[in-house]
């Protein structure tokens, strides 16, 4: 291996690194969010407010090193593949670092935990997003592109859970379609936005399952319908 080559894998270890990284304070904000809206702790909810900016400046960073190596070092096949999903990556572990932001300043407006009936419907798309999260830094870290595929294909799953939640809510604050009064309706809205921000984790998370897949496979399957057999098609 010639010394170019080896400065390339050298920056290549640094931005994968640097990627881990970003997944790894993302997912301490995405944990945050949900317990502050489970248990109504705010100091919770505040640190992940506070982290935005980590998470900000981490993904400047990392497009600049990825950059950096696409100009420098011209990579190809799976080197060209991973800068090129990296940079792709930290757009959707920037929205869901904003997505738990979200969560966690309505969970500050309500000021506690959700009514019990709604929390409990809730709590499944918490599930599902969190632990959907944890399976795509999962299945990137040892790029294990069957483990991503796996997830890409729950996107539906995540959808029905989400619909199933906002019925539920609905049906406790407007029952027998009367419209909610005053707080009930207050706390209804925040209870309908919470659970968009926690679907857009899901198609988030899928997003960089996709990504993964990619690296690992060389094949781009963002608008393959699940029924559909994979190819590898990059010319990567």
């Known amino acids: 291996m010639n010394d170019k080559e080896t400065q390339l894998q050298h920056g290549i270890t640094r931005l994968r690194t640097r990627l881990l990284v970003m997944c790894a304070t993302v997912g301490i904000a995405v944990d945050d969010a949900c317990s502050a809206l489970a248990t109504g702790n705010m100091g919770r909810a505040g640190a992940v407010i506070d982290g935005e900016m980590a998470v900000n400046a981490l993904e400047t960073e ?3 090193m990825a950059l950096t190596l696409l100009v420098r070092h011209q990579p190809v096949a ?4 991973f800068i090129v999903a990296a940079l792709r990556m930290v757009i959707d572990l920037e929205r869901i670092g904003d997505e738990a932001v979200n969560i966690a300043e309505r ?9 019990e009936p709604v929390l409990s419907v809730v709590s499944p798309l918490m599930a599902a997003a969190s632990g959907g999260y944890k399976k795509s830094v999962e299945a990137l870290r040892l790029g294990d592109g069957a483990k991503a595929l796996d997830l890409c294909r729950s996107d539906d799953e995540n959808t029905q859970i989400e619909v199933q939640a906002l019925h539920r809510i609905v049906d406790y604050f407007c029952p027998n379609g009367d419209k909610a009064q005053g707080n009930q309706a207050y ?3 925040n209870g309908i936005l919470i659970c968009r921000s926690l679907n857009r984790i899901c198609r988030r998370s899928a997003n960089i399952a996709e990504q993964t897949y990619f690296i690992a496979e060389g094949a781009n399957i963002k608008h393959v319908p699940a029924h559909r057999p994979v190819q590898a098609d990059s010319p990567c």
Request: no cysteine; proline share 5%.
């Open 62 to 64: 990392i497009d600049e």
């Open 78 to 81: 799976q080197d060209l593949r």
């Open 107 to 115: 969970a500050i407006i309500v000021h506690e935990r959700l009514p």
């Open 187 to 189: 706390i209804g809205m």
